[in-house]
């Protein structure tokens, strides 16, 4: 089992520094191994942190993050499934538009999608739409 310093883990993680210290400060981080000088971090903390980002590309807060650790409904490696809608949720719809009479309403949160699978989503759909209209769109 491997051994950690703070700046290892970070490295690993390919986190900064003073966002592995503010997790572990809110307590979404496991706290290390040993004490003072000779803390440590192992494994345990990595997947923590791997998780924790995952997650919060996958569009979770850290609030529902800390809920689904607390609560240790998942695992750190999985997704989480998505929690219901409830009156008073704020949702966040991106509207793409094709063209004339065609639009494409999307949550990524409830599609599961991070913002770099939104932004692929996108570019894909605009070339399928110009192929099927000929090419004929004013982009």
Not at 33 to 48: L, N, T
Not at 64 to 70: H, P, S, V, Y
Not at 109 to 134: D, K, L, T, Y
């Amino acid at each position: 089992m491997g051994k950690y310093t703070f700046n290892e883990l970070c490295t690993l993680v390919d986190l900064p520094v003073r966002t592995v210290r503010y997790y572990i400060q809110k307590g979404l981080v496991s706290a290390p191994e040993g004490s003072r000088k000779g803390a440590f971090y192992i494994q345990k903390h990595v997947d923590e942190l791997l998780a924790i980002r995952k997650w919060q590309r996958a569009g979770l807060s850290l609030e529902r993050i800390r809920e689904l650790l607390f609560e240790g409904m998942v695992e750190p490696g999985e997704l989480p499934p998505p929690q219901g809608r409830r009156p008073g949720d704020l949702e966040v719809w991106s509207k793409l538009f094709v063209n004339e009479g065609l639009e494409i309403h999307l949550e990524p949160r409830m599609a599961g999608m991070s913002p770099e699978q939104v932004r692929e989503f996108c570019r894909r759909v605009m070339v399928i739409a110009n192929e099927i209209s000929g090419g004929n769109d004013e982009n």
